[in-house]
DNA sequence: CCTACAACTGAATCGTTCC
DNA sequence: GGGAACGATTCAGTTGTAG
């Protein structure tokens, strides 16, 4: 095993790697081995790029005779389907050890893998969260015209149990999204123009390397700045770049050193993103718990206050508890807010307003407004 | 086994029924059962949409608390994936064994499933041509906002074997398409309105009916007038009801009888198409939305940079997922041009402006830019 | 008659925290 | 660990009703 920059060693005598000296760097070496080196439950996020086994026997011409420069490497073959799936559990198995209980994985493909990919993934224990179409914008044409235009390729999304808590910025994603819900289908170009690596005699440097921007995506939408991405099958380091990029720490496995090469050169070039723009929308749901009484307690909200269903048809008065009262009912404002609309469950921050001179207001920016207090007084605080 | 319109036979002594006994039929009988009283190698094209095995449990409500009402039929439990398996296999191997040597299967299916089967079609022997993409126009929203909006399903499409001759009509297709070639990824809204079948109470008569529009495209591009398609999971029988629209012999399996009743009801009542009814079936053209997000993720816009509204007394900054943070506030690009307006609603696209040189320019202009880089990018001319 | 608005719907593996 | 409380969350339609 040698890491990017150090010389080969041998490793800690107990043969397995500490997270940090493999931290932000390349691994050359075999996906197996190193996996098997690194500490169980120790990364936040995978992302694998498997080889395709395309299974493309002779040339393809275009219809003016020119060749078509597909897949032929080696590690594109395997003997027969039994071989891949073979290859594919053993690399699922072993990156499923190193993940988190409460991490995710990434898988793409296309046809001609990512059916084995799925089925192996489900087999091991991973749960599968969505499969994502990326749509390419620029697709290689079916020069014979015997088939579908091959317009896409197929992402998994996998937490590592039925009851993995992943990460998932929904509302980061939505706003990029010109707030609508991030659907399955991603539209992006391929990797070409400038960003295509070549190599020294200008031929492209790796036959299938991914967009940055579909690492962008993945890394924005699935994990958070620190966290550890692994990429057992780097290639040359389009996931590492986009890491970097995001600030967050990566592991790379490739065991071509060539690719190596270009890889660990790419992401030495590239510029890591300031805090301040990484400073993405934080989810609701990790925000301070503020419980209805305590607007009520700061003096935010009078006990006699009147509050009103959305269209003030439905009138209740808050008590100094921080209950609310309402035809005879009592209790919180989501347990009253479900009563009187016959419901079994509410919302009370969102369901109940208060008059703002002529206009009726949600509850919700008075919590909004004791959040922002108080997170201002916590700055100064000792 | 009964036939559409006469009364239940014993059928020959042999156990078969003729082909021509069944044409034109729906079958209610089970799959397996139906399928071994079949003639081997007598159809051309099937079309299969068996059970998708989700995994419901419990229920599920929208934001308004209203439910969600989904698919929790008997047909849709299976013990565990083994008992998922063992069911595709034996229907594919007795698919495969009454489809002619040249002809081809198509099998949908969501995450849930396609994988299993995917897998399970290339152990049976099927050569894979393509995976399709159905794009929803209009899927139903991920409610809780924990995963993407599940706003695919997966076409498989393999041929008996590797060197079957299968029928693809790419010419028909191509003109279908505005004289594109026809991607693997395709834009149909589900199956809703008067298309919809509705049983005697107005509910759906069947939970997931698919659109007509899907089985055109299919039949269209992969089977000739005259061709016998059979569908071994007829439901309320629209591949049927294409096949009939559109000149092609049908055969449909279905053990449920209150569907296989609204199936042959429907069908009696399709007119077959005329030529120039068949030219009006052209598919959308995608319009390209593109996202505010996209433009950083390309890096047409890099996170960081200033915006500004149109007469630049108030500045925003761009972050790395796509919003805008100014003043305080953070939220995507129309979010915050309303809320810096004290307006609940704003374009952003016209609003915010970026320096270019000595002058604003609205960043409108660089989703023009990218949106012409997009449909420009081709990078193989045909 | 039309327009506006409210209500309803779709193959869905759709929580977390506190006591 | 089990149960209850808290409280976060939707898009593109179609159908039905009110005005």
Redesign the interface.
Known sequence: MRVCGSSPSPGPADGRDSLESVLDQIILDDCLRALARLPEASVDLIFADPPYNLQLDGELL??NNTRVDGVHQDWDRFDD?AAYDRFTRDWLRACRRVLKPDGAIWVIG???N??????A???EGFW??????W?K???????R????????E?L??AAHGPRSRYT???D??????????????W????C?GPERLKDDTGRKAHPTQKPE?LL??VL?GTSRPGDVVLDPFAGTGTTGAAARR?GRHFIGIERDSDYVKAARERIAAVEP??Q??????KPKRAAKRIPFGALVESGLVQPGTALYDPRATVKAQVRADGTLACAGAQGSIHKIGAHV?G????NGWTFWHFRDGGELRPIDVLRERLRTQLENGAEHAP
Request: contains cysteine.
């Open positions: 275009r219809p389907l296309s046809y001609h990512i059916f084995r990919v799925g089925a993934l489900q087999d599968l969260l969505n499969d994502v179409i749509r914008t620029n697709p290689m044409p079916n020069f015209g015997r088939r579908f235009t091959n317009a896409h197929t998994i999304w998932f910025n929904y980061s994603l939505k706003a990029f999204n010109d707030d609508l819900q991030m659907r399955s289908d539209l992006l170009p391929i070409s921007g962008y995506r924005l995001l993103l300031s301040q723009d990484l400073d993405t929308l609309q419901r079994s469950a509410c």
